[in-house]
């Protein structure tokens, strides 16, 4: 069991509800789900709260916290180990890890939860859980409890995923799908058929995943209130269609980005790599920051085509690329750019995104990554591979309009040349860094006192602290 010990702000209430969090152990699901615990618990210290998930998950993201060995406040979040289902010596991939995980729920949930309440001497009053598990519908009516899902990503997936069985009936032949538009869905109009992760399209009922996702998008009308990370100005139209097929629907983000933002950007803690001593040696505006997040890698020959534009246009870059990755790289290419690129295993990515030398992030797309380049106004060029990264990046592109999708899907050495040319600078650039600060005012705005994320973290609060 690892503990995280924050500030209690009303010690001389007692404990009077047992909040179960169930995560979903892979990817960057759990950490979100465990910062949302971190800022209701110091809301709320009276609460308690018992965090599930798997060992390494738990390992990962509890690990490196400064509260779990400060002795000096209270207790109030509780982590406990649910088993993964592996057996020993297991070392497949990805999906067969998410497929034999599945296979062990809702059983290893049950099990952990049963132990909570018997140490602790509470019985759980409310599930807060990530979206995927959708199964925890059913555990919180057994309990007769309400069960609150929390979907980390943005409002615009989570509304394809509701809307499954209407999207696979308009798409009859899913592999005529190019240029065919979600015309029928609010919000979503500008979305093509081939921007969808593929469960959307697919009936493959062998595959977990796909069936995951398609029970989540059934059973969560049944949820007591939907949170999302993201705020309701971001996507009015989507919110407004969700808030039409759901009870409750609680924009509460972006969650810690931007409460801390003045803080970082001055701050060089953790920074091991010194990137912001590099990053105040360059222009503002003028840093091209490259993340592909934890696991996608470009294939060699988009990363023989990104190095080959880098080199050609000599822009400053801070590339951030795992050890394994840099065999990737051509020879010789790390002494040639070393005047103006710096590589790294790791970035502090919040501390770059705040630096005023920043002037275009490449991502992945990935819903984490989006909203913290929003949260600091910078614009994207977009390169995703896989889940909703397409759909993501079509929203930055043609909805949002604060950023590009590279041309053609994949890096091209001329491509990404064209793509950077065109953020950095003319008029489609100033457009969208134009729209990226007035997006990132929203957001602002969104989690001020008075603001719609506030309100709707308080809304969440209110459920939680008042379940019945």
């Known amino acids: ?95 067969e890890s998410v497929d034999i995980f599945l296979k062990s729920t809702p059983e290893n949930f049950e099990k952990a939860m049963e132990e909570a309440e018997l140490e602790i001497g509470m019985k759980i009053s409310c599930l807060l859980t990530d979206a995927f598990l959708w199964f925890a519908c059913d555990l919180a009516e057994k309990r007769g409890v309400a069960w609150i899902p929390y979907w980390t990503a943005a409002s615009c997936s989570l509304s394809v995923h509701m809307h499954t069985d209407l999207i696979r009936s308009k798409v009859v032949d899913h592999s005529q799908k190019t240029e065919k538009t979600l015309e029928f869905l609010p919000g979503l109009e500008a979305i093509h058929i081939n921007d969808l992760p593929e469960e959307v399209l697919l009936k493959n009922t062998e595959s977990s995943l796909n069936n995951l996702l398609h029970n989540m998008g059934l059973k969560l009308p049944r949820a007591t209130a939907v949170v999302l990370n993201s705020f309701e100005e971001m996507d009015p139209s989507i919110t407004n269609d969700l808030k039409t097929n759901l009870k409750k629907v609680l924009n509460v983000g972006p969650s810690t980005t931007l409460l801390s933002a003045n803080s970082m950007s001055s701050s060089s803690s953790g920074d091991q790599n010194e990137c912001l001593k590099w990053l105040e ?77 920043v002037g275009a992030f490449v991502t992945h797309c990935g819903w984490n990554s989006i909203l913290e380049s929003i949260s600091f106004g910078v614009p994207m060029i977009c390169r995703p591979y896989f889940g909703d990264q397409k759909l993501n990046s079509r929203m930055v592109d043609g909805v949002w309009r604060i950023g590009i999708r590279i041309e053609g899907g994949i890096f091209t050495k001329d491509g990404t040349i064209n793509a950077i040319n065109l953020v950095l600078s003319g008029n489609r650039g100033k457009e969208i860094r134009e729209n990226v600060k007035r997006l990132k005012e929203k957001a602002l705005d969104a989690i001020k006192p008075d603001g719609s994320s506030t309100r709707n973290f308080e809304a969440l609060l209110k459920l939680i602290t008042s379940p019945s």
């Open 281 to 357: 040696n360059q222009n503002p505006a003028s840093v091209i920051y490259i993340s592909f997040g934890t696991i996608t890698t470009p294939p060699p020959n988009e990363m023989v085509a990104l190095t080959e534009a880098l080199e050609t246009i000599k822009v400053p870059f801070l590339w951030s690329l795992r050890d394994h990755a840099n065999k990737l790289l051509s020879d010789g290419f790390l002494d040639r750019t070393s005047k103006y690129g710096k590589f790294v295993s790791w970035a502090p990515q919040l501390q770059i995104l705040a630096h005023s030398s």
């Open 1 to 95: 069991m690892y503990e995280v010990r924050l500030s209690n702000q009303n010690t001389n209430m007692s404990n009077s509800s047992h909040v179960a969090v169930l995560a979903f152990p892979f990817g960057t699901h759990a950490a979100p789900l465990l910062n949302l615990v971190r800022r209701l618990a110091a809301s709320a210290p009276f609460l308690t709260f018992s965090f599930f998930s798997t060992s390494k998950s738990i390992t990962s993201i509890f690990s490196g916290s400064k509260s779990t060995t400060d002795d000096e406040f209270g207790t109030i979040i509780k982590a406990y180990t649910v088993s993964d289902g592996m057996p020993e010596g297991f070392s497949g991939n990805i999906h």
